[in-house]
């Protein structure tokens, strides 16, 4: 019954702290924090609960590669909104991720291959994403809207665990990194007309992966040789150190019409002031 009760509750929660952090900072942020491992992580703490160690390890090699399936998804949604609407978008999206989810179980490599393939997989489809203009807003989440995203993420994670005998260690961590909450977000961007929330959201997504690279990395080589407590809290904490070092490629460099733009908006701003304020 616990364990039910942790497959329903700790992605959901998770997502609503994310959503909130969204809200507060802006897209960019929400964006890396859904790269992290919000949906996998769980998932991999209730595999190793259910089937041990080998298990939860395996898994966590299949869900390292499904972490470039995810990329693929944001960024063929990226590319294709430019020009479609969402429900275009979102068909084109997830076709690539299940091509690229089909194509990445025929991978077997050691990890030092696969995590060095992941970062660079990660790290060019996410500058294949038009960075924003400026960092874009988001709105205060509405109660049934967030509702729909918790009980998606705690459905995804049931799901995949109740089938994660029948699919096999490696599919089961393939499909862990279901972007289901980064779809819901980038169609709900995308039906409101904000294409700037829509690329800084799915760029931030996949660079935010580099989070979830690094979680799944230390499960493989720590699991089996430490407790699951320590494995998973260092594994956290290596997320989170990743995490951080992306969110600082998020920084934009300004450019040189940018440079000049904000050099000459003061004395554009004098011009254009009423006499009585000079």
Not at 190 to 202: E, F, I, P, Q, Y
Not at 209 to 227: K, N, P, Q, R
Request: include cysteine; glycine fraction near 8%.
């Amino acid at each position: 019954m616990l364990l039910i009760m942790a497959k329903v509750l700790i992605s959901p929660l998770l997502l609503a702290t994310s959503t909130f952090a969204m809200h507060k900072w802006g897209a960019v942020v929400g964006g890396l924090i859904l790269g992290m491992p919000l949906v996998s992580g769980p998932v991999s703490v209730m595999l190793f609960a259910q089937y041990g160690s080998r298990f939860a390890v395996s898994a966590a090699y299949g869900t390292l590669l499904g972490f470039v399936a995810a990329a693929a998804f944001c960024a063929s949604y990226a590319f294709v909104s430019r020009y479609r609407p969402w429900q275009e978008s979102l068909l084109a999206s997830l076709v690539a991720f299940f091509l690229s989810v089909w194509l990445l179980s025929l991978v077997h490599m050691s990890l030092g291959w696969i995590l060095g393939f992941v970062l660079m997989a990660l790290t060019s489809l996410a500058f294949t994403i038009a960075e924003p203009d400026e960092a874009p807003t988001v709105a205060a989440p509405r109660k049934r809207s967030l509702a729909i995203r918790m009980v998606a993420a705690g459905f995804v994670v049931l799901l995949i665990t109740a089938s994660a005998r029948f699919l096999g260690p490696e599919m089961s961590g393939l499909l862990a990194p279901l972007p289901v909450l980064a779809t819901i977000m980038a169609v709900s961007f995308h039906r409101n007309s904000k294409s700037d929330a829509v690329h800084g959201l799915l760029r931030s997504a996949v660079l935010g992966s580099w989070g979830g690279a690094a979680f799944f990395a230390t499960v493989i080589m720590l699991l089996g040789a430490f407790g699951p407590a320590l494995t998973y809290s260092i594994a956290a904490a290596a997320a989170l150190m990743a995490g951080s070092f992306a969110m600082q490629l998020q920084v934009p460099v300004p450019s040189e019409h940018h440079e000049v733009a904000v050099a000459r908006r003061p004395a554009e701003a004098i011009a254009v002031m009423p006499y009585g304020i000079r």
